[in-house]
């Protein structure tokens, strides 16, 4: 179902990603899984939308060590050295770079005034607000809307497949990384070498506070990590409407205990067809 | 006849006497309003009151608005059922600790920020969401919706969705990833880790 809609290069990088990533998860749970003890154990361990939870585990755990050593201080040296209206600038140059693909996707997903809005705003940053550095759309009522390609293929109807945590590019699922294909080839930065690194440490400068609110947070980081951002992008997904009633069902059905595990699988593709939990 | 209008008195005075006693029993947008005023309130007395003292003020506001016992079984879902009534006891008294910690420590400091009321939801299933926004002057407003319950008299808070993330699906799904990875007891320890650390700044 996927082969459909992904580019031929898309599908080659994530066929040999999923090819990856099943040989690695054997070995993950094999080394990292073996204290655990009981028939209490048996129940999570497939977790339907986590399939390769043994690599993705691993995969994180290589993430937040180079995090730790290389890309934390790094962003916080930028932060040290970086005035407050500079990172603002920085960031908001980046951002003008997306609204192309913004605008591609409003157009994509059927959202034309949208799209006019987000037309307006690339135009209006790009010109008055130099270059993108100033996001003077924003105070003109022209807020900005967040869409990308994984986005897209969801309105589609493409499911989301299996959440999938990538070196340093960190956490995704099938259909995101797909996505992130279309995403790159309609952003102008990805054709100006080196900018990919500036960029990088910005993005990581600015998710400081998001990443000591999980390690403040979370009893299992990785699995907070993962459910934080698998919600969040349903709820870009949905725009924010979620169904008032979704979320009466998920209390209603945390109770109904012999239901659980459905639940679990219910809630976690709630965007996708039903069989979109174990697509592989 | 007399019978009649004794009758259709007796009614009009029921009817009389209890509709005041329905507008005096407090709604679900009057506990998210007034917990969210005793929220910025602590905010604004922030560094004065610190850690301690903002716990002190919240943890009377927090209880009462939110129906901890309840949650704290549902962050463990299912497993509920196999603990001893002494773990839940022991999971309920800690999570309830964990929750009022996590206010005090979140909830520090004032920068102009302002919860405003949007609109009330009934759910299919008895349940009413209060969606409301907190504004953060130069920020984007975030979305706070409340699912509520009704318990005895009064609607409290079984699950806060921030921007669409379900607070209580969250903690679900981490709560019990370690309770069957390590155990209950490695889950009370590591509940008591984080209240320790979050009374720490």
Redesign the interface.
């Known amino acids: 179902m996927y082969t459909l809609i992904y580019s031929s290069k898309g599908q080659a990088s994530l066929v040999s990603a999923l090819l990856f990533s099943s040989a690695l998860a054997l070995t993950g749970c094999a080394s990292t899984?073996p204290a655990?003890?009981g028939d209490?154990?048996a129940?999570?361990?497939v977790t339907p939308v986590d399939p390769y939870e043994g690599f993705n585990r691993s995969m994180y755990g290589f993430n937040m060590g180079l995090d730790k050593y290389l890309l934390k201080p790094v962003a916080d040296s930028y932060r040290f050295i970086t005035p407050d209206f500079m990172q603002t600038g920085v960031t908001n140059f980046f951002n003008n770079l997306k609204g192309i693909n913004v605008v591609l996707n409003d157009l994509l997903q059927g959202k034309f005034e949208q799209s006019a809005s987000d037309t307006g705003r690339f135009l209006t940053n790009s010109t008055i607000g130099v270059l993108g550095l100033f996001d003077v759309a924003s105070d003109m009522g022209l807020?900005a809307n967040v869409e990308d390609f994984g986005q897209t293929l969801a309105v589609w109807g493409v499911d989301q497949g299996p959440y999938l945590v990538l070196p340093i590019l960190g956490p995704t699922t099938l259909r995101d990384g797909g996505g992130i294909i279309v995403d790159k080839a309609a952003n102008p930065g990805t054709y100006v070498p080196g900018t990919g690194v500036l960029e990088g440490i910005n993005d990581r400068a600015n998710a400081e506070g998001a990443l000591n609110f999980i390690d403040?947070?979370?009893?299992?980081p990785y699995?907070?990590t993962?459910?934080?951002f698998l919600?969040?992008r349903?709820?870009?997904i949905?725009d924010?409407k979620?169904e008032?009633?979704s979320?009466?069902?998920?209390?209603?059905a945390?109770?109904d205990?012999?239901e659980?595990e459905s639940y679990d699988s219910k809630?976690k593709t709630d965007n996708t067809s039903p069989s979109g939990a174990v697509s592989k | 006849m007399l019978r009649i209008i004794f009758l259709s008195l007796s009614m009009l005075l029921t009817i009389g006497l209890s509709s005041p006693a329905v507008a005096a029993e407090i709604s679900a947008k009057q506990v998210v309003e007034e917990f969210q005023g005793k929220l910025i309130d602590v905010m604004k007395r922030g560094k004065e009151l610190g850690f301690q003292g903002r716990y002190d003020q919240l943890d009377d506001a927090v209880r009462k608005s939110h129906d901890l016992p309840k949650i704290a079984r549902?962050v463990v879902?299912?497993?509920?059922?196999?603990l001893t009534s002494e773990q839940q006891a022991k999971l309920e008294a800690v999570f309830s600790q964990l929750s009022v910690s996590?206010y005090a420590?979140n909830f520090k400091e004032y920068a102009g920020e302002s919860f405003s009321f949007i609109s009330e939801?009934e759910?299919?299933?008895g349940?009413v969401?209060v969606h409301t926004n907190l504004k953060i002057p130069g920020e984007?407003d975030v979305?706070f919706?409340y699912?509520m319950?009704k318990k005895d008299d009064s609607w409290q808070i079984?699950?806060i969705?921030a921007?669409?993330?379900?607070d209580?699906?969250?903690k679900?799904?981490?709560?019990?990833?370690?309770?069957?990875?390590?155990?209950f007891d490695a889950?009370i320890a590591?509940?008591n880790e984080?209240i320790e650390?979050?009374a720490k700044q």
Do not use: C
């Not at chain 1, 403040?216 to 299992?220: K, S």
């Not at chain 2, 879902?77 to 196999?82: A, I, R």
């Open positions: 899984e655990t003890s209490l154990t129940a999570p361990e807020e403040e947070a979370a009893l299992d699995v907070f993962r459910e934080s919600q969040y349903n709820n870009l949905n924010g979620a008032v009633d979320l009466d069902l998920d209390v209603e945390a109770f205990d012999t659980s809630k | 549902i879902g299912k497993q509920w059922e196999e996590a420590h939801e759910t299919g299933r349940g969401v984007k979305k919706d699912m319950k079984i699950n969705i921007d669409g993330v379900s209580l699906a969250l679900r799904s981490d709560y019990t990833s370690v309770l069957s990875r390590d155990g889950l590591k509940i984080k650390s979050y």
